[in-house]
């Protein structure tokens, strides 16, 4: 075969010989730039969004550590291989430094900085070392902070409030959440000596305010942001202990459970005063009784001439009325409870759960047809057989138990027996586990690679089928044809033998006919192998 294809090619055409030549270079070429490409390392981003200063120190260590790198806009990539190394080696540099001044600014002290200058190179360095702190959260790529803190004065009355305005870059047009904002207000005002949370304003480059949304933020019933995480944790909470609890006795992954509460949202303090009328106490007794009887009165004109000596006075009459006198007073204290009740924020008032649980399921052996093979198994089908009343209420009874079930709040339990959707499960570690869950895990860390494979093996199919396939192709025809019209040449050469009108001669007449037949048809099939038989021929005969 290979000698048929040389001597096909030997006596080719020299202008298809280069373009055949050509093509297999091309294809060879594109197959070894394909190989190349796909064992090439990926480069990933070892940091984003630098300034220049940041990017120049981080270039500067990577060349003295000999790392391939490249620079596309404000970010610095390295191979995958790389690149963990490379970023916590950089790390304990203190690289990037975020594009702001740091506490590293006093590393490098002069005596001649007058005490103004150090003021100023604090607050630079508090600035610089805040923004660093808050760029780490996962939402943020770059942070700027000024801080407004005023001087202390010697007078209570003299000391004003300072301030702190955070300018935020988020990352691919990212959001935060309102405990992320929270979070970066206290942790600024914790920083910085007194600052209040209040005094703190969060924006990002689009000037939208997130302090102003954090605070006024509210879900639906009332709740602030705080109060709805808290509500969601306990009833997430409460889940999860439901589950884990039952999916010891039914089965991993056969029952779903979800909860909702309804919680006090305002603060409530009242005061009660309760007064008991039969516990009566004497507080205070007084007593006074008054009783006079006997004696003589006086009796005559009064006036001055009674009380003259010698005058006539008054005469004495005769025997005095008693009289009596009783004044009693008692004070009687009722006993009374005073009590103050405060009702948290946050207690429960009603709780509503509902349960799925998922029923049995019994092997059912089919029937085979008549006309089925003797070998043949018969088909294997799952019945659904739901929970029993009384399994159902034992279960109700342990769900009660968990989350603390009152009939006074008129909390509601609801579990139903339901036939759960069935899914393809594979055994990781002796466990079964849905394969929905895991493929994209275990493949998420070789997807590129297993890209780039199948992106080269369609290409090399590709050339396969499309190029080398019909280059061979053409020369194998070409061969096969010059071997056909080269049998059909020689045995048309041949003269009849015999005399003529003999059998003898008569025959060979008639098999050279058939041959030349033979060969009109392959020149008709193949006439520009035909031609360059002739062709070839002919310079032989030269």
Do not use: C
């Amino acid at each position: 075969m290979a000698e048929k294809v040389l001597d096909t090619m030997k006596g080719a055409n020299p202008t298809r010989l280069i373009v055949y030549g050509a093509t297999l270079a091309l294809v060879i070429a594109a197959f070894v730039a394909l190989v190349m490409w796909s064992q090439r390392p990926e480069y990933r981003t070892l940091f984003g969004g630098l300034s220049d200063e940041d990017i120049s120190a981080v270039v500067e260590n990577l060349d003295s550590r000999k790392v391939p790198y490249k620079i596309l806009g404000g970010a610095v990539k390295v191979p995958d291989n790389l690149l963990y190394e490379t970023r916590i080696a950089l790390a304990g540099e203190g690289l990037p430094r975020g594009g702001s001044v740091g506490f590293e600014i006093f590393d490098e002290s002069s005596f001649g900085v007058t005490q103004f200058v150090q003021k100023i190179n604090y607050m630079r360095a508090m600035q610089g070392e805040l923004a660093r702190t808050i760029s780490q959260i996962q939402a943020v790529e770059g942070a700027r902070v000024h801080l407004a803190v005023p001087e202390k004065g010697v007078f209570l009355d003299d000391i004003e409030k300072g301030r702190a305005s955070i300018v935020l870059k988020l990352r691919g047009g990212g959001t935060l959440t309102p405990s992320q904002v929270q979070g970066i207000v206290h942790l600024t005002a914790s920083a910085v000596d007194g600052l209040l949370p209040g005094d703190v304003t969060v924006v990002d480059t689009t000037g939208r305010m997130w302090t102003n949304a954090a605070n006024e933020s509210a879900v639906p019933m009332g709740l602030t942001a705080a109060q709805f995480e808290y509500k969601r944790g306990l009833e997430k909470d409460m889940e999860k202990r439901i589950q884990s609890m039952l999916e010891k006795t039914i089965g991993v992954g056969k029952v779903v459970a979800r909860v909702s509460t309804e919680m006090v949202t305002t603060h409530v303090e009242r005061t009660e005063e309760t007064y008991d009328p039969d516990g009566q106490v004497v507080r205070s007794e007084h007593r006074t009784k008054e009783k006079i009887s006997g004696g003589r009165q006086s009796s005559g004109v009064p006036g001055v001439l009674s009380n003259v000596p010698g005058g006539t006075g008054a005469q004495a009459g005769g025997l005095a009325s008693s009289s009596q006198k009783q004044d009693e007073v008692i004070n009687y204290e009722i006993s009374k409870v005073i009590s103050r009740v405060v009702e948290p924020i946050g207690k429960i008032e009603k709780l509503s759960v509902s349960v799925l649980i998922d029923g049995n399921y019994e092997e059912v052996i089919g029937e085979l047809p008549e006309d089925a093979p003797e070998d043949a198994e018969p088909p294997v089908t799952q019945k659904y057989i739901e929970r029993s009343s009384d399994e159902i209420q034992r279960l109700e009874g342990v769900v009660k138990a968990i989350i603390g079930f009152s009939e006074i709040r008129g909390d509601i339990i609801t579990i139903e027996s339901v036939p759960f959707k069935s899914s393809s499960m594979v055994d990781v570690g002796g466990a079964m586990v849905g394969a929905d869950s895991i493929i994209p895990a275990f493949i998420a860390p070789y997807i590129n690679t297993i890209i780039k494979s199948g992106v080269s093996g369609i290409i090399a199919l590709f050339v396969i089928l499309f190029i080398l396939k019909p280059v061979i192709k053409r020369l194998t025809e070409e061969t096969k044809a010059l071997s056909t019209i080269d049998q059909i040449g020689a045995s048309a050469a041949m003269a009849p033998g015999g005399e003529e009108g003999t059998p003898e001669y008569e025959k060979q007449r008639a098999a050279n006919q058939g041959e030349t037949e033979r060969i009109k048809d392959a020149v008709r099939k193949n006439p520009r192998q035909a031609a360059m038989i002739l062709k070839g021929w002919m310079q032989d005969n030269k």
